[in-house]
């Protein structure tokens, strides 16, 4: 048996006692490291880490996906897996055709949401929170819908 490093140790302790929303929140921030190091691999040409960081931020929308509760979530759940799907289309295009423009774009909706994640798990007192920015008013691939609540 080998031993746990501590930051490994650190993270499981913290995803055993997290809220669901805390879960979350913590599969946004693995998303955005993931692209984030992807677009760092590819502009430094680092091809094999690079489709590692895509291929482990494309799991971690499909989790996403997967978590979402389509009979409690509705309209709402469905839209975020169609969001998810695209993402993850996105991202595998960045991966064959080596370029930043749909990591930049896929980067951009995940800060999206993950900010609006931060604003649903905020005290009720807090007024910085603002549901109604809870997802962004439109993508590219969903001109003309309405994401807001």
């Known amino acids: 048996m080998t ?10 302790s913290k995803i055993l ?5 805390e879960l979350i929140r913590i599969l946004y921030g693995a998303a955005l490291d993931s692209v984030r190091e992807a677009r760092n691999c590819l502009s430094a040409g680092r091809i094999a880490p690079r489709s590692r960081a895509i291929t ?3 799991a971690i929308l499909t989790e996403l996906g997967c978590s979402l509760d389509h009979g409690k979530g509705g309209e709402l ?3 975020l897996a169609e969001l998810y799907d695209y993402m993850e289309r996105r991202l595998i295009v960045a991966n064959q055709e080596q370029s930043d423009t749909p990591l930049a774009e896929v980067l951009g909706l995940i ?8 604003a649903v798990a905020a005290p009720a007192g807090d007024t910085s929170a603002n549901p109604k920015s ?4 439109a993508t590219p ?3 003309g819908q309405s994401w807001s609540l």
Do not use: G, H
């Not at 031993?3 to 499981?12: F, I, R, S």
């Not at 809870?134 to 008013?137: A, E, I």
């Open 111 to 118: 800060e999206n949401l993950s900010d609006a994640w931060r």
């Open 17 to 21: 006692s997290a809220s669901p929303v």
């Open 77 to 79: 759940s469905r839209t």
């Open 141 to 143: 691939a969903y001109t």
């Open 134 to 137: 809870f997802l962004p008013k």
């Open 3 to 12: 031993d746990q490093n501590p930051y490994d140790a650190y993270l499981e």
């Open 56 to 58: 482990r931020a494309i």
